[in-house]
T-cell receptor, first 115, second 111 residues
Framework: ETGVTQTPRHLVMGMTNKKSLKCEQHLGHNAMYWYKQSAKKPLELMFVYNFKEQTENNSVPSRFSPECPNSSHLFLHLHTLQPEDSALYLC??????????????FGNGTRLTVT | GDSVTQMEGPVTLSEEAFLTINCTYTATGYPSLFWYVQYPGEGLQLLLKATKADDKGSNKGFEATYRKETTSFHLEKGSVQVSDSAVYFCARRAGNTPLVFGKGTRLSVIA
């Protein structure tokens, strides 16, 4: 049990579909993150939320739309994706953004395949 | 910008061999340093961390020492096991900036 739960674990979607990834943390953390992990590429930070406010958008295409209704939940809404968006999407949380020593806690990820 | 450089993999070792995975970092902002591990089919897990110069992080037989003079944070283990097979990520974080990861090093341990 990692304390950060992501659903679904696997998702296959067509390019015209709309789907959402969900992340929930039970650690009492205030910061939450979305990362993209593709084969043979470094981990890419996508979005950062701190106390429900988005603090970073790393030039992510608008077909990815994050939502953070409260400090425990984070969503990634997907629409009109491309095959190159197929990847493992990892959610993470940390106590907050202001302490450099605060580690991230990751979920097990959603393996997304776009057909 | 801030960055972390770690040795290219894959690394293949026999069981009970000595492991070193090199990591160097940019020193701006007095960063904290981390090693994360990712087992197959899972997310990343914190393995160990060090928050200031000369600190040694350790966990599960793994160690890494924060070396300010060489801007390094090399991961070591004296005797690896098959269960250590995973991808290892070095990372740095300073202040309120997001964590910056290296590209990861895949370790395969064979019996």
């Amino acid at each position: 049990e990692t304390g950060v739960t992501q659903t679904p674990r696997h998702l296959v979607m067509g390019m015209t579909n709309k789907k959402s990834l969900k992340c929930e943390q039970h650690l009492g953390h205030n910061a939450m993150y979305w990362y993209k992990q593709s084969a043979k590429k470094p981990l890419e930070l996508m979005f950062v939320y701190n106390f429900k406010e988005q603090t970073e958008n790393n030039s992510v295409p608008s077909r990815f739309s994050p939502e953070c209704p409260n400090s425990s939940h984070l969503f990634l809404h997907l629409h009109t994706l491309q095959p190159e968006d197929s990847a493992l999407y990892l959610c993470a949380s940390s106590q907050d953004l202001d302490r450099g020593g605060s580690p991230l806690h990751f979920g097990n990820g959603t393996r997304l395949t776009v057909t | 910008g801030d960055s972390v450089t770690q040795m290219e993999g894959p690394v293949t070792l026999s069981e009970e061999a000595f492991l070193t995975i090199n990591c160097t970092y940019t020193a701006t902002g007095y960063p904290s340093l981390f090693w994360y591990v990712q087992y197959p089919g899972e997310g990343l897990q914190l393995l160990l961390k060090a928050t200031k110069a000369d600190d040694k992080g350790s966990n599960k037989g793994f160690e890494a020492t924060y070396r300010k003079e060489t801007t390094s944070f090399h991961l070591e283990k004296g005797s690896v096991q098959v269960s250590d097979s995973a991808v290892y990520f070095c990372a740095r974080r300073a202040g309120n900036t997001p964590l910056v990861f290296g590209k990861g090093t895949r370790l395969s341990v064979i019996a």
